[in-house]
């Protein structure tokens, strides 16, 4: 049945969903990716959208900025609409200059100071995991399509403007081996975890903290087109219970 933030009824999102923020990048995957594409999502227009893609039914919705948003969505999507796989696919900012803006990193562990895991379940430890099967699933298919990838920890963070004027992200990538920064990744892994469902997060450099390249939010909605490719052949590729 319908919650307060998804109008979908049972039956209408596929067992896998690929999850960037931006709802308009849903809509931009969907229109030019999926065949007989059925939206089952418009409320706060966090558009969600069911399709076939290569003759698999997969779904692809927006998760909103931040923690408490994706947090909410993909919680619902695991309990509440029987999603086995969500993998997030969105924009980081490097720490360092081992990665350039238009790579694209795997996320093998999200590192974070939020008290989201914390406060949800208890879990008190600063880093989460993704699944092991759908990152190897990843891995595989980007091999297969030829595209590298760079695998990594993310720091996953509560603040996009902070007031610490210090280097902060030599701190995050020399401590705790932070490759770049988003904002989503650790309440997603941690929702799969106790939820005793699969995610994978796959992250586009959009820009950097340690030179001046970076995109524009156009290139940032219509762009990712390499990182869509490769979750879209990784989602067919991903066994539904």
Known sequence: MPTPHNEAEKGMIAPVVLMPGDPLRAKVIAENYLKDVVMFNSVRNMYGYTGTYNDKRISVMGSGMGM?????????????????SIIRIGSAGAYTDKVNVGDIILVTESYSESSFAKTQSGYDKSKVYPSEELNSIICNTADRL???????????????????KTPYYDRMYNEYGCLGVEMESFALLHNANVSEKKAACIVTVSDSFVSSEAMTADERQNSFTRMMKLALESAINVESN
């Open 68 to 84: 408490p948003s994706i947090g909410i969505y993909s919680y619902e999507l695991y309990n509440m609409y029987d999603v086995e």
């Open 146 to 164: 030829g595209q590298n990838i760079i695998k990594g920890c993310i720091h996953s963070t509560d603040v996009f403007y902070r007031e610490d």
